[in-house]
């Protein structure tokens, strides 16, 4: 159905969760949980999947056992479709995952220097392991690396997180 294809395309960000409005400002209560409106309307609305960050990560066990009530969550709706669980797990100076449950690399620009001499072989070993520690989470997305290109070097944003300036060696 049209609603099913349009839930299929959302993608939540469940960083925060609070069962009744704060009195002052936003909510900044992690979201550790499954809270059952949240599993409600993963199920109802056939979503597509969620993305998590730091705040929703403690340890390892609480990591699966989110993930999993997650999935059972999609399992319940009608299409039965499996999330995509997503993240920014860079590895460098990006890392949602606590820095004691995940390998720390170098910066994706320190990595994008070796390419004239290695090619994308850092690159493609830091790739191998972040999924080899995602995937057994239950976290099946990974938005990183990314192929920004640091065209502004004053951008804080990208600055050392792209391989590189060139767009032909980011690529």
């Not at 690396?145 to 060696?169: H, K, M």
């Amino acid at each position: 159905s049209v609603k099913q294809m349009l839930g299929q395309k959302l993608m939540l960000d469940l960083r925060y969760y609070c069962t009744e409005a704060p009195k002052q400002g936003k909510c900044k209560t992690p979201m550790t949980q499954l809270p059952a409106e949240l599993a409600t309307l993963i199920r109802d609305y056939d979503i597509g999947g969620v993305i998590l960050f730091a705040e929703n990560l403690d340890s390892v066990e609480q990591i699966i056992q989110l993930n999993r009530d997650l999935q059972n969550a999609a399992q319940s709706s009608a299409l039965k479709l499996p999330l995509f669980i997503g993240i920014d797990q860079e590895g460098g100076r990006v890392a949602r995952l606590p820095r004691s449950l995940a390998t720390s690399f170098s910066g994706n620009m320190a990595i994008g220097a070796t390419y004239a001499e290695h090619g994308t072989a850092f690159a493609s070993t830091v790739g191998k392991a972040l999924a080899e520690e995602l995937l057994p989470l239950g976290i099946n997305v990974n938005f990183a690396p990314t192929v920004d290109v640091n065209v502004n070097p004053l951008n804080p944003v990208i600055n050392v997180r792209a391989f590189g300036e060139d767009a032909q060696q980011v690529a």
